[in-house]
T-cell receptor, first 111, second 115 residues
Framework: DAKTTQPNSMESNEEEPVHLPCNHSTISGTDYIHWYRQLPSQGPEYVIHGLTSNVNNRMASLAIAEDRKSSTLILHRATLRDAAVYYC????????????FGKGTLLTVNP | DAGVIQSPRHEVTEMGQEVTLRCKPISGHNSLFWYRQTMMRGLELLIYFNNNVPIDDSGMPEDRFSAKMPNASFSTLKIQPSEPRDSAVYFCASAPDGGRPYEQYFGPGTRLTVT
């Protein structure tokens, strides 16, 4: 399985943009890039996914490098409610249901 | 819309007892997943159902664990007999039809403590 590498933790200030990086240098051509987040004492929450092109939704934006070996989740204006563990996950092929959650990035948002 | 519903939210039981966790997926979703989360091992996929049929149970730890999905709106995860190392938070998730099983919606989880 292709693996992802994320920083263990990041800090941000409220109302500022946050860029959460993810490296996936062994990504295959059919792998999708998914981002989930887990707020304290809750189940993981789907954020966004993409294949090749940048993606936007109401929660965040996903910027995918041209070679697809890295991606960045962008929260445009962090709020205290965005404090969570953010997971970058690859899945694809016949096992695109299989989400392997690593340790993720713990995002702290300062007021 | 109601999300994924899990019950009970908390369960404390003694070693050797049978434990049954329950899940009601989001209406209209045809994929259902059971996960387990511990500090040591993180979040692990236990089993995946599609259209009520188990597709991948390779994550089920051992024969003490069993999962069923008798219909599209209900699933159970049973542990018999339970052991202290089964203590964890168990999540159920469902995903919509349309070839997007990776877009999973998680329930609030059941925190299981086996003493």
């Amino acid at each position: 399985d292709a693996k992802t590498t994320q920083p263990n933790s990041m800090e941000s200030n409220e109302e500022e943009p946050v860029h959460l990086p993810c490296n996936h240098s062994t990504i295959s051509g059919t792998d999708y890039i998914h981002w989930y987040r887990q707020l304290p004492s809750q189940g993981p929450e789907y954020v966004i996914h993409g294949l090749t092109s940048n993606v936007n939704n109401r929660m965040a934006s996903l910027a995918i490098a041209e070679d697809r070996k890295s991606s960045t989740l962008i929260l445009h204006r962090a709020t205290l409610r965005d404090a969570a563990v953010y997971y970058c996950i690859l899945s694809g092929g016949g096992s695109n249901y299989k989400l392997t959650f690593g340790k993720g990035t713990l995002l702290t948002v300062n007021p | 819309d109601a999300g994924v519903i899990q019950s009970p939210r908390h369960e404390v039981t003694e070693m050797g007892q049978e434990v049954t966790l329950r899940c009601k997926p989001i209406s209209g979703h045809n994929s259902l997943f059971w996960y387990r989360q511990t500090m040591m091992r993180g979040l692990e996929l236990l089993i995946y159902f599609n259209n009520n049929v188990p597709i991948d149970d390779s994550g089920m730890p051992e024969d003490r664990f069993s999962a069923k999905m008798p219909n599209a709106s209900f699933s159970t995860l049973k542990i018999q007999p339970s052991e202290p190392r089964d203590s964890a938070v168990y999540f159920c998730a469902s995903a919509p039809d349309g070839g997007r099983p990776y877009e999973q919606y998680f329930g609030p989880g059941t925190r299981l403590t086996v003493t």
